[in-house]
């Protein structure tokens, strides 16, 4: 089945510093979703991307969709201690949803 | 909050039982799916329903079954349960025709001992 890689699988920064994850799919996917997962939560989405070459912003939090249309990143910008969780991307085809494996943000204050 | 519960909370059964885990969604939403989140991991979708029908399945046997009523409402029943089924069940309710947007519910705790 379709399959998207989420790197990195964790990671942790101080307060203030950008965080960035990746998705990365090795076929084109017709769209792309970002959800949020704060501890002991449920996902909560975030935005969704159709376009090749797509950036749309939300405050801190760039989207971007690759222009192959095989990858995409959220970038948050400053991180703050509210930003902690687990963020997933995920596609829909052939009436399946499909979630990465998440990368898990620890912001110290 | 998105609107959209289930039930119970937390369930604790022993393997070989069955079980049946709820779901009410979100006013206007007419379609649910549902997941299985392991812990540490991304969910894994096991079906959608659509207008009371089974319309897209992930990777999981026959004993994972849903039904899904004319309220929108839906149960996911698992048969025959094994340790491996230990894990977070959400639901997610969103609207056929509009963004592939999904509202998840707090999700069901599962345990199989």
């Known amino acids: 089945g379709q399959q998207v890689m989420q790197i990195p699988q964790y990671q942790h920064v101080q307060e203030g510093e950008d965080f960035t994850t990746y998705c990365n799919s090795s076929?084109?996917?017709?769209?792309i979703q970002w959800y949020k997962q704060r501890p002991g939560g449920h996902p909560v989405f975030l935005i969704q991307l159709v376009k090749s070459g797509e950036v749309k912003k939300q405050k801190r939090l760039t989207f971007q969709f690759g222009e192959a249309k095989k990858n995409s990143s959220l970038h948050i910008t400053a991180t703050q201690t509210t930003d902690v969780g687990t963020y997933f991307c995920?596609?829909?085809?052939?009436?399946?949803?499909?979630f990465g494996s998440g990368t898990k943000l620890n912001v110290k204050p | 909050e998105t609107g959209v519960t289930q039930s119970p909370t937390h369930l604790i059964k022993t393997r070989g039982q069955q079980v049946t885990l709820r779901c009410s969604s979100q006013s206007g939403h007419n379609t649910v799916s549902w997941y299985q989140q392991a812990l540490g991991q991304g969910p894994q979708f096991i079906f959608q329903y659509y207008r009371e029908e089974e319309n897209g399945r992930g990777n999981f046997p026959p004993r994972f079954s849903g039904l899904q009523f004319p309220n929108y409402s839906s149960e996911l029943n698992v048969n025959a349960l094994e340790l491996d089924d230990s894990a977070l069940y959400l639901c997610?309710?969103?609207?056929?025709?509009?963004?592939?947007?999904?509202?998840f519910g707090p999700g069901t705790r599962l345990t199989v001992l």
């Open positions: 076929t084109t996917l017709s769209n």
């Open positions: 997610a309710s969103s609207r056929r025709g509009s963004s592939n947007e999904q509202f």
């Open positions: 995920s596609l829909y085809n052939f009436n399946k949803f499909y």
